[in-house]
C-alpha cells in the first residue's frame, strides 16, 4: 500500500462521498482543498492504484490578539469499508501531518466525528470558544436593520474586507473568501446601508454545521440586524427553534450584545489538535517568558525548560495546554510559572476559526 500526497486532488473524492456523502458531491463543501483557489491538498493510501484511505489537509495562518501562527488543518478522513482497521487511516494521517510539520505549521486541527480515534493519536481538545444558543423568540428584542437580503457575489469583496477586521481569524485572501461565500448548503444574508455591505452572517454549512451560525463580520447593529432577520425567518417555520452562534471567546460588541440581552452562553472547546513541531512551540514558551529561559527536546519527545536554578519536564500535550488550552483554562500555565519563577506574557493564544475555514 502506497500512502502520498497526491497532486490530483479529485481522486480522493469517490472514497470520501462514498464513506461521508452517502454518495452526494463533496467538493464543493471545501473549495480550499478541491477549487480553483487552492491551498490544501489530499493524501491516499492506494493499493495497485485503488484508493482505499485518504484525508484532506489545508494550511493556515492564524492571526489572534497576540500573535499570529501557522495551523495546519485535516479533515475528510475516509477508509473503505472491506479496508478498515489495518492502520491505513492512522498511516494517511501521520502523512498529512508530516507534510503540515513540513511546510511550517506547529498544529494540526480538526473536528472529530469519532474523537477516541484521534485521542488515541495524540490529540487532544484545545482551544476555546464562546458558543450562544439563540431562541427565535429574541428576534424582536433585535434592532431592525431596514436593508437585510441574501448575499449575492457583488457582495463577496465587501463581505471579505469586514471579516479581515476580525482580530481573531485565519487569515484569506479575497479570492479564498469569493471561493468560501457560495458554499453549498449555507445561507449568507447582508445588511446594507447606502449601498454598502455593512455586515453578513453566514448560517448552516450542509452536513458540517446545520443550525449554526459559524461565521459573522461588520458593524454590531448590523450583525444583529441580519439575526433578527434570520431568526424570524426561523420562528415562522418553527416557533420552537433555536438557532446557534459561534463566536470567538474573546467579547466582541456583538456577543457582548447579546449578553445585555440575556442570551444563553457557554464556553466551549475549538476543536482537537495535536502538536506538530516541539522545537518551535517550546521556542514560543521561552520567548513569551520574562526571565531567560532555556530548553532542550528529549528523546521520549519531551521538552526540558529551565532558568537556570530549576527545571521542568513537559510533555508535548502539556505544552499544547500552555499555548491552546481547552476552554481558556491556565492550569498548565500557571504550574510552569510558578516553577520557573516566570510570567509567561500573552499566554495562553486565543485563536478562534471561523466556520468556513473548517474542512
Ligand atoms: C474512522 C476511520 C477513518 C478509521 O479508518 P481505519 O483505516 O480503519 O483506521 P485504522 O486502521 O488506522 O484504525 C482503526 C481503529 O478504529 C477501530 N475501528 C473502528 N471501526 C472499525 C471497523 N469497521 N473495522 C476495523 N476497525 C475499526 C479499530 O479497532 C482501530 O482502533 P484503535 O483506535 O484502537 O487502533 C474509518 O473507520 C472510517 O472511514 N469511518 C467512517 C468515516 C469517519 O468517521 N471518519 C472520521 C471523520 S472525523
Known amino acids: 500500500v502506497k500512502v502520498a500526497v497526491r497532486e490530483d486532488v479529485a481522486s480522493a473524492l469517490p472514497l470520501m462521498e462514498n464513506v461521508l456523502r452517502d454518495g452526494r458531491a463533496l467538493a464543493a463543501d471545501y473549495p480550499l482543498v478541491f477549487g480553483g483557489a487552492r491551498s490544501g491538498g ?20 492564524i492571526l489572534f490578539q497576540n500573535g499570529t501562527a501557522k495551523i495546519g488543518l485535516i479533515g475528510s478522513v475516509s477508509t473503505a469499508e472491506a479496508a478498515r482497521g489495518r492502520g491505513l487511516a492512522s498511516s494517511v494521517l501521520e502523512c498529512a501531518e508530516n507534510e503540515l510539520r513540513e511546510s511550517g505549521c506547529l498544529f494540526s486541527f480538526l473536528w472529530a466525528d469519532s474523537p477516541e480515534f484521534y485521542a488515541k493519536r495524540g490529540y487532544l481538545p484545545l482551544g ?92 454590531t447593529q448590523a450583525v444583529l440586524g441580519c439575526l433578527r432577520h434570520l431568526l424570524e425567518a426561523e420562528g415562522r417555520a418553527n416557533a420552537a427553534a433555536t438557532v446557534f452562534l459561534m463566536s470567538p471567546s474573546e467579547a466582541l460588541p456583538v456577543t457582548e450584545q447579546l449578553d445585555a440581552l440575556g442570551a444563553c452562553s457557554a464556553t466551549g472547546v475549538l476543536g482537537m489538535g495535536k502538536l506538530l513541531n516541539l522545537a518551535a512551540v517550546a521556542a514560543e514558551i521561552a520567548m513569551a517568558s520574562d526571565v531567560g529561559i532555556t530548553w532542550r527536546t528529549t528523546d521520549s519527545g519531551a521538552c526540558v525548560m529551565t532558568n537556570g536554578a530549576c527545571e521542568i519536564e513537559l510533555s508535548a500535550r502539556e505544552m499544547s495546554r500552555m499555548l491552546l488550552p481547552a476552554a481558556g483554562e491556565r492550569e498548565q500555565i500557571a504550574r510552569v510559572e510558578e516553577h520557573l519563577g516566570a510570567r509567561l506574557n500573552g499566554l495562553p493564544w486565543a485563536p478562534f476559526l471561523w466556520g468556513l475555514d473548517s474542512i
Open 42 to 61: 489530499v493524501v491516499t493510501a492506494t493499493d495497485a492504484g485503488e484508493v482505499l484511505s485518504t484525508c484532506a489537509f489545508l494550511e493556515r495562518t
Open 128 to 219: 476555546s470558544e464562546r458558543d450562544y444558543e439563540l431562541p427565535t423568540s429574541l428576534a424582536g428584542r433585535l434592532p431592525v436593520y431596514e436593508d437585510v437580503r441574501e448575499a449575492t457575489a457583488g457582495d463577496f469583496a465587501g463581505m471579505h474586507s469586514l471579516y479581515s477586521k476580525h482580530r481573531q481569524r485565519a487569515d484569506r485572501t479575497p479570492l479564498e473568501s469569493a471561493a468560501l461565500f457560495p458554499t453549498p448548503g449555507m445561507r449568507v444574508f447582508v445588511a446594507r446601508a447606502a449601498s454598502k455591505v455593512e455586515a453578513y452572517i453566514c448560517f448552516g454549512r450542509g452536513d458540517d454545521l446545520p443550525g449554526v451560525v459559524h461565521e459573522w463580520a461588520g458593524e
